[in-house]
Structures are given as C-alpha cells and as structure tokens.
C-alpha cells in the first residue's frame, strides 16, 4: 500500500497509543508485534502497515445490529477497549434516559472466543456507571437473554455474540426494554432513532482510562433462569389436543450454546427419543466440523442428516451457535431423500400449526378485545403466510428484514423470516427463538406421524389450498464492500423490463419508504404473473442478496408434480435475469 510519511508516522503513533492503553495483554501483544514488524525492512513491513491501516481505518460502526466483527486489536475489530467503549455509550444512554430511577442491563453471553471476557468489560462498565448490572451465570442462548430482558424488566439488555458468524468473529447485541421502551417494542432490539442515539455516546476521543470500571457491584444471576425459561417455552405445548410424543429426533447445535437447553426443552416436553450429533454437541469457538456454523449453508447439516439416516430419525433439529434460529430436515417421500426445509416452507407449517392451535382454544395469545391476532413476517419472506392468516380469519403484516422489526409489530402472535427466524411467544421472548420453535416443530411433526402423516404432506396441504409458493435465493459474497452499492446503482439505473418471461408490473425502490414500511436499501421488483424478486444488501455478512419467489396454481393433488417443475423452472429463469441485471454470470 502506498502512505505518506506523514500518514505513515500517524498510523503509526495511534498504534501505538492503543497498545499503550488496551486492557486486554493478548490484544496489546499482537498490536505491538504488528508494529515491529511495520518499523523493521523487507516485504514483511508493507504487510503489516497495510494490517495496521485496516485495523485503524475508522470505528466499528453501532447499529440496530449493535457490533459485529472479526477479533482482534485496534478500533475497527472486537475487543475489550471497544466493548469499554460501546459499554460507556450505552450506559451514557441509559443515564440520560432515566427520570430519577436507576437504571437496570442484563448482560448474556455465547462461547465464542473472549464472550465472557466482554461481558465481563459491559458489567464492570455498567456497575462504575451506576447501571444496576446482572450478569447470566453461564453461557447461554441468545433467546434466554431476551427472556432474561422481561423477566428481570430490566431497562437493556446486552448479548455478546456473533450469532452464526464465521469463528475469527464475536458481536454485540442490544436490547431495550423495562422504562427505556413501551408497547410492542419492549423487551425487543434497538431500531433507530435508539441505535444513533447510543452511536452519539460512543466517544473515542477521550483516553480510555477515563472510563470508569468497578472491580465488582453487579448480581450473578440465578441459574434458575434457564429452568424459568425452559418451564415457560414447555408450557406452550398442548398436553391434550396434540399429545403425541412418538417422534425419533437428531438434534445438533452446531458447536453452539443450545444443546443443553434444547435436549431439555424437549425431554421436559416428552420427547425421550433425541439423539445429539455427540461431534458438534459441546460448545467449541473453532466450530472445526462446518465450514460457516450456520444451518443455512451448504454442509452444515451434513454430520446431522447422515446421523439421521443411519438411526432411521423422523426429523433433524439443528440451531446456530447462539440458538436464536431454527432448522429441520426431514426425508421427502417425493424424492427419499433428506433435505432440509427452506425458511419459509418452516414459516408457513409453523403459521398453519399455530393457527390451528388458536381456532381450536388450544392455544390462548394475549390479544386485545375486538383484535384479530397478527401474523407477521419480513418482506424478503414468503407471501404464504399472509393467505394463511386470512383463511383463519387474523391480520397478517409485512415488516423490514429483522426481528427488531418484527417483534414491534401490535397484537403480534407469531412471526418469522425467511433466514430460518421464527417468534412463537412474544409474550415471552420478543425476538427470534430457535428453542421454543424447535419444540412447536416437533410437536406439529409428531402429530403429523401420529396421523401417518408428514411435513412435506402438510406442505402440499398448503398449496392446494394456497397455491404453490416456490422461493430461492441468489446470494452474491464480495471481498469488497464497495461492490455492493454498486450493483444497487446499476440496478437502479438499468432495472430488468421482465423476469423470467414476465413483463415487470411493478419496481419498487424501498430506499423511499412508504406508509407501511420505513426507508431501507432494496428493491422490490414485481411481474404480471405475481413473480417477485427483492434485492438488498446483507445488514450482517458482506453479500448481495437477491430472494426470488413464485407462485404456482395447484389442479388438484395429481397436479402438484408438474407445479413443481414449473416452478422451478420460473426461479431458475428469474434469477438467471436478475443475475444478468447485476452483471454477473448466470
């Protein structure tokens, strides 16, 4: 890389300034070792100033996805002198909140590498600043802190996790509840204007040494919130009117925190027959057996499905690191194979199952009188659940890609999106839940066998009542963000005339916003044959991502395989040309 000397001395001086200062001796070390070789000859030296150059090329930025970034030393990774300092602006936030009361964080956090030495730094923030602080007493899922948030009614909650990141990466989530937020948005993630706000308060101008820590003064909280948490999702199953338990389940957590809290959820409810993936059963940072510790990506079901095979299971469970989303697999009859069920195809089965349960008394949400229920779910997900919603007779609403925005929405009784995130209980945890929704999952599923039925059986059910929804991404990963906007830009300035054979009807830049919606990057495209295809960028990986959906009419149940095959035969088309649109190749 080419700098100044000026710039280079610069660099150089804050590098060092930041070692100086780092809390954390590990991090210090690897920011000195930077700097020796920065300051000696050779090759090696223009390395690591390029190095230093990323690493201080600005501030993480704060968002409604809180921080999220690979670990290691200098303002634009995760660690402890950034925690310190996104801990201080939250507490500056709670403070000016609060109108003569003290207020109260719960602090939760993962197994990933230095989760507990961050939540450790928030605490110990907090307690300074005088934030009464409550610390999870072990790692946990990401849903126990969003319950932890409405139980203790505390003002905030902090999660440090990265979620279903690769292992070099670690974050930090923030929830706002108790006095900080009323109405549907209590207890839930921070939307704007409440990221900015933290954002404003979050000051790297100011020695680090002039945050204050407190050695102790927070409260350990109970282990018995994990056992309130795992009775409270227990008791969303029915006892009576679905009380079939006879299912066979594999069940991974992917290297994960839910394992534990899982295997009980389910043998509390009945469910005796769970066999754990014993290679990726117990908390591990490296994730060493997938590739990206996410359920949505190619092999990482791999070990669970050929587990299932072999012991002849009904059904694959499988959540992410942190829990708060949910997979299942199963053998389709049409083909004998394992697959796993797309985001939707377990959105829609959820929506009908809970609808199922609420017409026939068996589950009672809290709604309003003279309110419908609400279903929701993000715009990038399927149109299904709104036709299920009306065939039951309840409101349905579309939101922005997120669960920050999901959960906000009145008299809400079940949510989802696509990315395999389903709300089941938002009277209890007012986010994504991969726990409660793998229990309702098995439940529907043992009903299903109970009845010689299966999922995919409920699925075809669904499109001959609703029409065949087909839906598939197109997911574009860059080494360089800047790549992004300008693909947005071409698309923009040279959107497609017609998608998969269909004259577009209708372009939407959502960038706009509108009376449902708020201003978001993406656009929405729509074909006279109701083809649709939204483009946005990703909020948490550095990808593209196109969500592509059509609908298929069903004559009769002879006629699903040929819906199926026109169908897919539309996707391909359609991301064929939005591909094309991009600029990249088919």
Known sequence: MSLTSTERDELIAAARLWADADPDHATAAQLRKLLAEATADGEAAEAALADLADRFSGTLQFGTAGLRAALGAGPMRMNRAVVRRTAAGIASFLQDKSEGWTPSAVIGYDARHNSRAFALETAAVFSAAGIEAFLLPCTLPTPVLAYAVRAL????????????????????????????????????????????????????????????????GWTDVSESIAADYINAVDALVSRDGYPSRDLKIVLTPMHGVGGETMTAVLRDAGFTSVKLVAAQAQPDPDFPTVAFPNPEEPGALDMAVAMAAETDADIVLANDPDADRAAVAAKDPATGQWRMLRGDETGALLGAHLAARIRSGHLK?????????????????????????????????????????????????????EALGYCVAPGLVRDKDGISAGLLIAELAASLKASGRTLFDMLDDLSLEHGLHASDQLSVRVADLALIPQMMTRLREHPPASLAGSPVASAVDLSTGSADLPPTDGLLYLTRDSTRIIVRPSGTEPKLKCYLEVIEPVSGRDGLGAARTAAAERLAAAKADIAAALGLDA
């Open 365 to 417: 949400p809290r709604v309003r009188a003279g309110h419908s229920p609400v279903f929701a779910n993000s715009i990038v997900s399927s149109r299904l659940l709104a036709r299920i919603a009306a065939s039951a007779g309840f409101a349905h609403q579309e939101t922005l890609t997120g669960f920050k925005w999901i959960s906000r929405v009145p008299g809400l009784v079940y949510g989802y999106e």
């Open 153 to 216: 009614d505390t003002d905030a909650g902090v999660m440090v996790t990265a979620s279903h990141n690769p292992a070099q990466d670690n974050g930090y989530k923030v929830y706002l509840g108790g006095r900080t937020v009323k109405g549907p948005g209590r207890g839930a993630q921070i939307v704007p204007p409440y990221d900015a706000e933290i954002a404003a308060r979050i000051d790297y101008s100011v020695p680090l040494d002039s945050i204050e820590t407190a050695p102790e």
